[in-house]
Every structure is written in structure tokens, then in C-alpha cells.
């Protein structure tokens, strides 16, 4: 059974960084691609980055460039979320996904199939 548990999220200062942990098992680590998604109450679920576990690329969208950073721990099964300079507006659900699928993309969320339980991440002074 395919599982993914995140954990990290807290309440952090204005211009603070937390890293958040997506634990994984259950399935083969290196064949799969893992996305980091959140949803702000009353808002779409919104996808962040993603990381290759295969050959460890990863992609931004805007909302993330220049202020994280995905990597992963193949001996631990984990992969990490680094953020940085967090703003109000990074309040949410911070997600983990994964997916085996070759043209899932963190723009369609519902294309990514094994799903976290999600971490609150809170930003406020």
C-alpha cells in the first residue's frame, strides 16, 4: 500500500522558513515522481513543485521559484520541501503527492494518484 505523510508544518513568522518531510512506502521510491501541492481555505489545490526520483530534476512554478528547494533522501524514502521568506499568502495545506504517470503534471493535481494526509503551514505575526 502506497502511503505519504508529511510533517514539518507549524506557525512560522513573516520572512520565516520551515522544510517540510514527506515520508513515503510502499512502492518502488526511484520510479515515481513526487509533487508538493497546497490549498488555502476557499482556494483550488495548487501545485508547487515536483522532483523527479529517478533523475532528480525538479521543477518551480512562480509561486516557489527562488524561495524552495525539493530534494530527496533515497535511503530514507523521503523528500523534502524547503521554503523560504514565507508570506501570509503561503498560509494552507501543504500536500505530498506521487505518481508512476509519465505525463502527470503538478498543473492538473488530480493527475497525481497516492495523496498525503496533509500539514498546516501557517504564516502570522
Known amino acids: 500500500e502506497v502511503q505519504l505523510v508529511e510533517s514539518g508544518g507549524g506557525l512560522v513568522l513573516p520572512g520565516g522558513s520551515l522544510r517540510l518531510s514527506c515520508e513515503t512506502s510502499?512502492?518502488?521510491?526511484?520510479?515515481?515522481?513526487i509533487g508538493w501541492f497546497r490549498q488555502a481555505p476557499g482556494k483550488e489545490r495548487e501545485g508547487l513543485a515536483c522532483?523527479?526520483?529517478?533523475?532528480?530534476?525538479?521543477y518551480y512554478e512562480d509561486s516557489m521559484k527562488d524561495r524552495a528547494a525539493v530534494s530527496s533522501d533515497n535511503a530514507k524514502k523521503t523528500v523534502y520541501l524547503q521554503m523560504n521568506h514565507l508570506s501570509l499568502e503561503d498560509t494552507a495545506v501543504y500536500y505530498c503527492?506521487?505518481?508512476?504517470?509519465?505525463?502527470?503534471?503538478?498543473?492538473?493535481?488530480?493527475?497525481?494518484?497516492?495523496w498525503g494526509q496533509g500539514t498546516q503551514v501557517t504564516v502570522s505575526s
Open positions: 510502499g512502492f518502488t521510491f526511484e520510479h515515481y515522481n
Open positions: 503527492a506521487a505518481t508512476s504517470r509519465a505525463l502527470a503534471t503538478i498543473h492538473i493535481p488530480a493527475t497525481y494518484e497516492h
Open positions: 522532483i523527479s526520483l529517478t533523475t532528480g530534476d525538479t
